[in-house]
């Protein structure tokens, strides 16, 4: 059973900078795109980034010149840098990753979700 595990988050004050990191548990073959999403406090989830297998890259505006998504292929990592966070930044993040384990199409799956709070 494959699981996606998130670390990184936390409370940070405002201008400060946090880095989240997930992978993968589990078996896998190979993953496609990975990125991260947000659910802030009685909001939808929403795309915060997004990093395809060959490293192409899309972003929120609003994280944009903030944010840096990357991946380490090797160890199957994805990582958000976000820097000058602000306290609209406050959200559940969560970790999205399309990736084939076994069958012969790929799966979408979710992280736990881990909180990230910015304090004015």
């Known amino acids: 059973q494959v699981q996606l595990v998130e670390s990184g988050g936390g409370l940070v004050q405002a201008g400060g900078s946090l880095r989240l990191s997930c992978a993968p548990s589990?078996?896998?073959?190979?993953?496609?795109?990975m990125g991260w999403y947000r659910q802030p406090p009685g909001k939808q989830r929403e795309l915060v980034a997004r990093i395809t297998s060959g490293g192409n890259t899309n972003y929120a505006d609003s994280v944009k010149g903030r944010f840096t998504i990357s991946r380490d292929n090797a160890k199957n990592t994805v990582y958000l840098q976000m820097n000058s966070l602000k306290p609209e930044d406050t959200a559940v993040y969560y970790c999205n990753a399309d990736l084939y384990s076994g069958s012969a199409y790929p799966d979408d799956y979710w992280g736990q979700g881990t909180q990230v709070t910015v304090s004015s």
């Open positions: 589990g078996s896998i073959f190979s993953i496609n795109a």
